[in-house]
T-cell receptor, first 115, second 109 residues
Framework: DTGVSQDPRHKITKRGQNVTFRCDPISEHNRLYWYRQTLGQGPEFLTYFQNEAQLEKSRLLSDRFSAERPKGSFSTLEIQRTEQGDSAMYLC?????????????FGSGTRLTVV | TQLLEQSPQFLSIQEGENLTVYCNSS?????LQWYRQEPGEGPVLLVTVVTGGEVKKLKRLTFQFGDARKDSSLHITAAQPGDTGLYLC?????????FGTGTRLQVFP
């Protein structure tokens, strides 16, 4: 069990550019979640997958954001036409079953800075 | 919209002191979890409580779930510098978690 891996750890991009982040969950976990966290605040839910199906998306996830989980394994989160307000830590988490009982295993996050 | 408010927002104490962090909501949750997060890392699960009134102990940490399953508390006895971090409560909502606003704890030697 190598835990949840996120890549890259840090990303600096210019406003208007597109960025893509990758998350590799624990292999036995069929649920995968994306959250966004700004400094000193709690994580905010963005979206989640059960296997390859995207089951819920937050209203925070504007049309510029898209997430995929092909084949129910790794996931990608893409942000198009980045804005300064997108600067945040993007966290990925996975869970084996019902999250309310099993909780999340988080990755170390990808810190995005839009300049 | 379900919200989880934590208090205090910041806590700065000396090693050996006791402290309590509160997590409150107007909504009922099926379970409540506590996580600790260190700078530059993802949160790490500390405990899950599922029954109203439940109390769980993890070494010097005591977690309680309110009878009505709307609130929770985390009590740390004899805090140590290694307890420093951001403490987050999270309520179970269908198949995802709603996180609280966070309490940043700093324990000085």
């Amino acid at each position: 069990d190598t835990g949840v891996s996120q890549d890259p750890r840090h990303k600096i991009t210019k406003r208007g550019q597109n960025v893509t982040f990758r998350c590799d969950p624990i292999s036995e976990h069929n649920r995968l979640y994306w959250y966004r966290q700004t400094l000193g605040q709690g994580p905010e839910f963005l979206t989640y997958f059960q296997n390859e199906a995207q089951l819920e998306k937050s209203r925070l996830l504007s049309d510029r954001f898209s997430a995929e989980r092909p084949k129910g394994s790794f996931s990608t989160l893409e942000i198009q036409r980045t804005e300064q307000g997108d600067s945040a830590m993007y966290l990925c988490a996975s869970s084996p079953r019902t999250v309310t009982n099993y909780g999340y295993t988080f990755g170390s996050g990808t810190r995005l800075t839009v300049v | 919209t379900q919200l989880l408010e934590q208090s205090p927002q910041f806590l700065s104490i000396q090693e050996g002191e006791n402290l309590t962090v509160y997590c409150n909501s107007s909504s009922v949750f099926s379970s409540l979890q506590w996580y600790r997060q260190e700078p530059g890392e993802g949160p790490v699960l500390l405990v899950t409580v599922v029954t109203g009134g439940e109390v769980k102990k993890l070494k010097r940490l005591t977690f309680q779930f309110g009878d009505a399953r709307k609130d929770s508390s985390l009590h740390i006895t004899a805090a140590q510098p290694g307890d420093t971090g951001l403490y987050l409560c999270a309520g179970g909502d269908t198949d995802k978690l709603i996180f609280g606003t966070g309490t940043r704890l700093q324990v000085f030697p």
